[in-house]
């Protein structure tokens, strides 16, 4: 399962801390790097190289948002649901991507392109409402700007 | 008025170099501090009365002075930078990390060096990604010219510095959370005492500082306490990166002397209301602080006199509530923030959190009932401090608790109704 790119990885974070344990966050981020999300059979061979076990590895990977066990589409984007986008026009910019997606929040697009996630408060207040794809952050949307935007994602 | 954290800062432009920062005077204060003892150091942020950005305002002398020192203190020890900025509204961190990493840096040598720590890590969130590049590329730089590593600036001092990028989740910024996330764990506070500065990461000594705190730290040691207290318009020393967002001309974020009036942020830097839009109220300082009405504008922000008005000076970056959004519904998004964010560790809110965010939907959807005004007030009065595990659910209660009392009559109105403002 696990490619030697992402074992050679996985091993060079292990380095940084005194304990393998601590490894675990990155090590999950490493396989969702390269394969867009953290199966079942990469967390057992992540607890075997770490010396762990596969329920202490699974414990982490279920705990944090951006540890994404499930598959997505081929682009994730995070949109920003917190207090100051919500005043600025969070609802518009959401029905909207739900609308031309055909999704709810939490779906992936039938032809697997898009997965739509809520977000934490993304930093990006002071250019509300915001979202984030593929690590771009996008701020100061209005509905009208989705599409062009959008359109980038293959 | 003089800037201090964010006088190198080029808007939308590249961070200074490390030769570019030591043309402005960088890493001087490092070469001082070597020069005096940890404890000199700890003796010069404690008189200048630098209190916690991050949100509680906990003296960061007086943190570092419970570290236990010298040969019989357990080692190695840790210094850790929460970057963690999730705080609803916060993005005044971003600003420092994007901006000048060099400050950070040279902040957390000092600091690691007046605790005597070896080992620093930069808890960074994970959206964060140019703030990310920055710093990685900006401490390969400083490690290049030894002023990080073995023995650096030819003292017998060393230190590594190494960002660790969070998995997510707004539980990590509570410091002890942080800590358990950073050994690898779910991100679950922890019991105290012994308080982190005792026995934190892996069981030693840990000091956890917010990154404004930190970068404040060099500027103390390079121009002394006195005039670091002399930047504040209060007893509070300093000055302070405050943010507005929400409906104004001018959302951002600005260095102005700690104790500036809220006023003068809403109105000389925000340029107030955009067009059409009326203030009704704010919240000052982030998500989990009580609301403030316009009879307050006039308000010092800083740690005490946010307090004495019944609210938190917080992170410092507020939320503008305008009189076209439903203070039901903005609390609403609120609570379901903070009831999706708890890491379910302790009871009252691991349920507490779900049952409110449950009322208030149904409140906004007009299945409200009577007796559910109740159940809130009953939440905002128990989950408070002393029932909770950490500070997350007393902090979620903060804008609920002073919005049923401010906009009693809205919630009222939403009893067996739509909402009005929909």
Redesign the interface.
Known sequence: MLTDRERQRIEAEVR????P??????A??IVQDHRGWVPDEAVREIAELLGLSPATVD??AT?????LREPTGRHVI?IC????C???GYHAIRDHLCERLGVALGETTEDKRFTLL???????????PAM?ID?D?YGNLTPEMLNDILARYD | MELVLTKNIRPEGEPLTLAEYEQAGGYEALRRALGMSPQEVQRMVTEANLLGRGGAGFPTGRKWASVPMGERARTPKYFVVNADEMEPGAMKDRLLLEGDPHQLIEGIIISAYAVEASQAYIFLRWEYRLAARRLVSALSQAYHHNRLGRRLLGSSFSLDIHVHLSGGRYMCGEAEALLSALEGRRAVPRSKPPYPTVCGLWGKPTVVNNVETVCNIPHIVKHGPEWFRSLSLTDEGGTKLYGVSGRVKRPGVWELPMGTPIRRLLDDHADGMQDGYGFRALLPGGGSTAFVLEEHLDTPMDFASMEAIGTRLGTGTMIVMDDRTCPVGMVRGLEGFFARESCGWCTPCREGLPWVARTLEALEAGDGRPEDLETLDHHARWLRMGHTFCALAPGAMMPLASALKHFRAEFESHIGARCPWS
């Open positions: 940084l801390y005194p304990h344990r601590a490894a675990v966050p990155e999950l981020k414990s982490t705990f944090y948002n951006m540890i995070f649901d917190n207090v100051s919500w005043v600025t809520p977000a934490a408060c993304l930093g990006e207040c002071d250019r509300a984030l690590g952050v």
